[in-house]
């Protein structure tokens, strides 16, 4: 019994803290969605380039909500010594863990049809909002100036769009920030698009990103054979 405790208290612990993660992740998603401009002006300049990329609150949220679930069913299961919640614990990481493998592996082989996906969503968004909303105007200028990109593929993005048709330029990065952006500037400056730039970036530090999603597989495999030697384990005491 000495060891199930042991393994009881260290699975309440770790889940405690995966359950105060998940709420503050959560906070900070809907802060960002309130009010997105003082969290830039705040965490703007530590932000990554990838992050930048994404809409950061609609992120924090979804990442937030399933920490906190998943950090409820493990600490009050095994508080409880609930083989329901146990069970679901181990259902839910395991869903979760096959959904990033799976993710994983399309990542790695259909690329190229990651890049369509993000053009069919980030283009229009693109064309719609930039120069409109400030937020998202400040989030792609900073993206473009620091990862020296422009736009999702290239300047042709900006084709269209409210900006181009209220300035008839595109954005100082789309010219490597000489002025004026005209549409000869931006075609002889070749500047290359945010998606691609960002891709060559995760290869560079692929040691570092592989490293980060073997942690964390490996943590989600020990949660999942924890909550099982628990199960198994209620019906023997």
């Avoid at 190229?112 to 053009?119: I, R």
């Avoid at 048709?165 to 954005?171: A, D, L, M, Q």
Wanted: proline fraction near 2%.
């Amino acid at each position: 019994m000495g060891c199930f405790t042991f393994i009881k208290v260290m699975m309440i612990l770790f889940n405690l803290v995966i359950f105060l993660s998940g709420g503050t992740l959560l906070g900070v998603g809907i802060w960002v969605t309130v009010d997105g401009q003082s969290f830039l002006d705040i965490f703007g300049a530590l932000s990554s380039s990838i992050l930048q990329v994404v809409n950061v609150s609609y992120f924090l949220i979804v990442i937030g909500a399933i920490l906190l679930v998943i950090g409820f069913l493990g600490c009050y299961g095994a508080q409880k010594e609930s083989k329901c919640l146990l069970m679901m614990f181990f259902a839910v990481v395991l869903i979760i863990f096959i959904a990033e493998v799976a993710a994983a592996v399309v990542a790695l082989v259909y690329t190229g049809v990651a890049g369509t996906l993000l053009t069919a969503l980030v283009t229009p968004l693109l064309k719609e909002k930039y120069g409109v909303d400030n937020s998202f105007t400040h989030i792609w200028n900073v993206t473009m100036t620091e990862v020296h990109c422009c736009g999702l593929n290239n300047y042709t993005d900006f084709n269209d769009s409210v900006w181009y048709k209220e300035h008839r330029t595109y954005p100082d990065p789309c010219c490597n920030n000489t002025q004026p952006c005209t549409y000869t500037a931006a075609a002889e400056s070749k500047v290359t698009g945010c998606f691609d730039q960002i891709l060559e970036e995760i290869r560079t530090h692929a040691g570092v990103v592989g490293g980060v999603a073997a942690g964390i597989a490996a943590l989600e495999i020990a949660a999942m054979v924890v909550a099982m030697y628990l199960y198994c384990h209620l019906d023997q005491k």
